[in-house]
């Protein structure tokens, strides 16, 4: 055996509350530029650019192709989970979440300076897809690795609460990228929209890149990672040089975490955020549609609740991370997820009501309750139940797979029952059923409040 799969003992890796400050600011900043760049896109995918790239076909057809090249982030995303997330598990955190912030910025970016197809023809929707294929394979691995890095620096009793600012992040894109486009649409007419406005956006988003770029460049690898027992020269032993190690020490750490079956972490981590995605699908993204289209209400109604819940949101997050120290993971799942199904037919009766009231309020308490309070125990939780050693790529193929299976076939299923029973109740039995994949995948998992996360093997 070589001496460099001697794995020579580790001491603690120091890091001062500066460092851990840097730390939870990137990760924030990093999430936030995801969501927002998403959601700039996807609104310009729905207003302008039908228009723009593909103004040669119906104005119905051009909004489907437009869509579509929407879609096909979420394809990337996936590819950027598997080949990031085997990145940052072998050469660190760091390191790729540098990639990744700067694959998603520049792209962003270059968006706002693209010839249209009136320009360059055919040309300009190729270049669209490219770019939009570029930003997704970067995202891919954006919110597990910012997770990831955000829980390993975490001191132990206040990890939830900061891993909760992820998912501040969210809103905090996804507001953002509104509000500009909300000023767009309010100041500039349809033309002036369609020749240059919007680029803006876009444009902006570059002041944001070279700040994330500038600050993830000087921050710290993880102390976790720097720990590991298989991490020799800032790069994880290879599966024969862990071998290796374990025919000469059979009792050693090293061995342990070879010898280790995978699966079943990785399968309740997949229940955990199959649930979550799944009520954020109905309520974030059905409930809209449905409450504008079948119910007839203005539509402003709905996306204000969603605006007003994200905002509450700011202090939900928080306060549910916060719990999920003091009381352990696994209770507060169980409250929020037991809340969500014996609030889902009340909550559908105060949409339907016709009190436009009642349906804000409704909205706003769903989804702080069944999505962003979900989600703020769900990112400690999730990366707790994984070893060191295929962390970050277990927690971004979970976080990918389920959210992607649970948004992508949510809203289809919602509409189809609706629309054979010509009734509400479906989307409350969804989100009862929804809610209940949760529950059962927290009662299956052990309590990780604590867990030591150098450990190579996972929770269970």
Do not use: H
Request: charged residues 15%; aromatic residues 10%.
């Amino acid at each position: 055996m070589t001496n460099n799969a001697e794995a020579p003992p580790k001491g603690v890796a120091e890091r001062t509350t500066r460092d851990l400050a840097k730390a939870a600011v990137s990760g924030w900043l990093g999430t936030a530029m995801e969501f927002m760049d998403f959601q700039l896109y996807s609104l310009a995918a729905a207003i302008v650019f039908n228009k723009i790239f593909f103004p040669d076909v119906s104005p119905a057809i051009g909004l489907i192709a437009a869509m579509a090249t929407y879609g096909v982030g979420y394809v990337a995303r996936l590819a950027g989970a598997i080949v990031f997330g085997r990145m940052g598990d072998r050469i660190g955190r760091k390191k790729v979440l540098f990639i990744t912030i700067t694959m998603m910025g520049a792209s962003t970016t270059l968006i706002g300076v693209l010839p249209t197809y009136e320009a360059i023809g055919i040309f300009a929707p190729i270049l669209l897809v490219a770019l939009r294929l570029i930003q997704g394979f970067g995202a891919g691995a954006e919110i597990a690795g910012a997770t990831t890095m955000l829980v390993e620096y975490a001191p132990t009793p206040r990890r939830g609460l900061v891993a909760s600012l992820v998912c501040l992040g969210t809103n905090s894109g996804t507001l953002a990228a509104s509000a500009l486009w909300a000023l767009l649409l309010g100041v500039l007419s349809d033309e002036q929209l369609v020749s240059w406005g919007w680029r803006l956006p876009f444009l902006l988003s570059f002041v944001l890149m070279i700040f994330a770029v500038w600050l993830r460049r000087n921050l710290k690898e993880s102390p976790v990672f720097e720990e590991r027992p298989d991490i020799v020269d800032g790069v994880a032993l290879s599966r024969d040089e862990l071998e290796a190690v374990a025919q000469e020490n059979p009792e050693s750490v090293l061995e342990a975490g070879l010898r280790e079956r995978k699966g079943k972490a990785f399968l309740v981590a997949l229940g955990l955020r199959f649930g979550q995605a799944g009520n954020s699908g109905l309520v974030q993204t059905f409930l809209v549609g449905y409450i504008a289209t079948t119910l007839m209400v203005d539509r402003s109604i709905a996306t204000d609740a969603i605006v007003y819940g994200s905002l509450l949101g700011f202090a939900t997050i928080p306060v549910v991370g916060w719990l999920g120290d003091r009381f352990g993971r696994r209770p507060i799942y169980f409250a929020l997820t037991a809340l969500t199904m014996v609030f889902a037919f009340p909550m559908l009766l105060m949409v339907t009501s016709g009190n436009n009231a009642g349906l804000l309020l409704a909205m706003v308490i769903g989804l702080n309750i069944g999505v962003l309070g979900l989600f703020a125990l769900e990112s400690v939780t999730m990366a707790e139940l994984f070893g060191s050693r295929t962390r970050f790529t277990q927690l971004a193929l979970a976080k990918e797979i389920g959210g992607i299976a649970a948004t992508a076939v949510g809203p289809l299923l919602a509409a189809t029952f609706t629309a054979m029973t010509g009734s509400w109740w479906p989307i409350a039995a969804m989100l009862i059923v929804y809610s209940l994949i949760t529950l059962v995948s927290a009662a299956l998992a052990p309590e990780t409040r604590g867990r030591d996360l150098v450990r190579l093997e996972d929770a269970l």
